[in-house]
């Protein structure tokens, strides 16, 4: 019944996504927030919002936080090869929520520290390489197209009787064995990947854009060339030809001419990976792509008004001007010329045709032009492109700044997306292992048997469902597949104010630390400490009676997995027989494989571990399993949860819970560090964040029971740690204590707090001043 309920409700998830396909994630992205500065606010504190959504806490040490999230769909696109599809028109476009973000140009959103350490760190790994590697390739091609041009009247021989006819066949068979292997490379990828020009953008475009331009006039340079070699219309001129002569052939030199000038200019493409030249050529990009048409808009409305009115001041009349259809294009020419202070070459214009008593008025027009077109709008593109320039080139400016690199992060995200659609799901997995951490999963099929199977379940659903449902199959047998996740370092919000205030509060009031007050450790529990129940009821009384005397309550809890080391099913013997509660499992036991984990890649660090415990002189030993995460033993006892809700609620301050014990390989009987710290695990290090919180109590109570080693080994932390006033720190004292107290660990114990300066009094002595003043002395 279980299953059958499991399966209906995936079914149902799959029911109600949207036909876009889109998660949360990528739906935020993909929304097209126009230009409006508040929809635009609204789009990016949405997707932080999303974003902090997605992260888990992975560890804390002090100010630095580490949190990790899944690039599923951030990054990454989502995997829908689980669902089989039968009808492919019908799936929208795919992208992942920063490929929307960078289709829309929200540029602003690439800011979000978590979308930018993304994109930096995937930039620093991956993409610098890659784009290195293709820069050193166009260095090579730009030199071998410029030797071309220089030895442009040399061709290719089979008669090599000097080093110069060698060198050109070099180059040019260089040149043509590069262009086919990028041809073929292409032509490959586009059989393999179906869309691997979809989405280029930004400069990626003007980087395929480039490369398709010198190849295209390349191959036209060459087959003319070679046309008119056969044909005889040039020469086949070598190094020992004496008749050199240079080859005026137009179809052969301006091939050539595009294809040395293309390659030439596409080394912009490159400077943009670089820091210090990447905003001067986003500048020169913004400048030719948006300012140079805004400015042709009014200059050729302005060119063609007067090119009408001078065109037809010279009109002669001619029939052979075609009705004056080429002297108006002579005209537009004319007036270009002179727009760059340049005089036109032929003398039959429109402006030389005027008649003598219409000059006056030629006269007039051109001075109107020359001022108002050629001086007033030259000057205004001039003080445009000085705008542009100043606004991408500010550094010192924080708004400006700010544009600027996130443009820079939008065209570097970019280079990588067209990077990553020539590459298979091989090399895209190695890729993406350069800058995330991947995780194998399994997944399970996430429909029923067949779509057929459900005729009845139909019924109840509406249109759109249905047709959603009917695009997709039963999808694919179990496989292996992987997720990448992202980790994130960045301080802790508000950190240091929330620090500074505790550490130059003037008025420190009392603390309360209670270890461990779980139902495990109380009686009837697996752990069951002596005298818990009646402690449990004392420190439930105390706090209730002494409310206002707490100023804050914080609550160690030990929580566990099941697959703890420490518990009986972590270890086997030959047998296959567990140890029993009490075993104490050696370093040399391990060796002599008495006992072995049942993960057999945990044995290396088994022998690790234990090896150091026994340096520090304990063994690791066999517990009873207590405190499971999600297992009533994990929870508070009752009449002390009660109390601290009803604290609470009346102080109107938050409860403080600090949870150890998460980490499986190693034991952490101490809220404040590991046994044995773990180096994967950073949370099993020293918790300063836990001591400086009891740092600055005025006054530190402690509960606990004496014999329970998690109250022993957690005091004794705090007492190495505390660098200061010990008398500052109370362990309450209670029947149980009273009684453990004869107990040798227990006794042992008490005597090294007292030891240490720290006091040990009872519940009454705690908040009264006369009697702790007399405690003291």
Known sequence: LISETSTKLKERLLLVLNNDLHSLITLASAVKSDEAPQKLKRKIDMLKYLLRKLKSLSWTFGKVQCSEFDLAGLEVKYDLSEYVIKDKSVLPPHNSAISWLCIHDVENALMIPEIRRVIEIKWERCGLIYYLKSFVLDIVIVILLTLILVYGNYTPTRSTKFAMDWFVNIIYASIVVIFAVLVITELVDIV???????????????????????????????????????????????????????????????????????SWVHLYYYLLGFKNTGLFVLTMSKIVMRDIPHFFRFYTISLFAFTSAISMLGNTGDYHTRFSFWRYIKTIWTLIHETVNNSSPDDQTSLALVPKDLQWLSDIWNTLFYYGVAYVMLNLLIAIINSTYSFYTSYNDEIKGFNNEAILLMEKFNVMDYLEQHLSPEELHEYRDKYAMIKAIEYGPLLPDTVENHEEDDEHDSRQQKSFRSRFTTPPEDQQKFKYFFQLQDDIPGWMAMNEMAILSKHKKSCLLIINPQNDFSSGGPMAMLGAERDSIMIANMIAEYQSDIHDIIIS???RHISHISHSKFWTAKNGNNPTIGTTITNESIKKRVWLPREAAMLDWCLKYTNALERKGKKLKIV???????????????????????????????????ESGHNCRTEMFSALEAEVEDPLDGSTGFNSDLMAMLR???????????????????????????????????????????????????????DHVRSEGARIIDVDAVFNPLNLLQSKS
């Not at 400069?203 to 056969?230: D, G, P, W």
């Not at 660098?723 to 362990?731: E, H, Q």
Request: glycine residues 4%; contains cysteine; positive net charge.
């Open 192 to 262: 393999r990947f179906k869309s691997v020009f979809r989405n280029v953008r930004g400069m990626a475009l003007f980087h395929v854009s480039c490369r398709l331009v010198e190849m295209v006039s390349f191959v036209i340079f060459s087959t003319n060339k070679y046309a008119k070699l056969q044909t005889g219309q040039i020469d086949k001129c070598t190094y020992y030809n004496t008749d050199l002569h240079p080859q005026d052939i137009t179809e052969i030199k301006v091939p050539l001419i595009i294809c040395v000038m293309t």
């Open 696 to 750: 600055i109590a005025e006054k530190l109570v402690i509960c606990g029971s004496a014999s329970s080693p998690y109250v022993t080994a957690t005091v004794r932390d705090i007492l190495k740690y505390w660098r200061g006033d010990a008398s500052k720190l109370i362990f309450l004292q209670s029947d149980a204590t009273t009684t453990a107290a004869y107990l040798p660990p227990a006794k042992e114990f008490l």
């Open 557 to 559: 809890l030990n929580s």
């Open 624 to 658: 009873p399993k207590h405190c499971i995460i999600g297992t009533r033993g994990h929870a508070i006892v009752p009449v002390i949860n009660e109390a601290l809700q009803q604290w609470a609620t009346v102080s109107q301050r938050p409860l403080t819970f600090v």
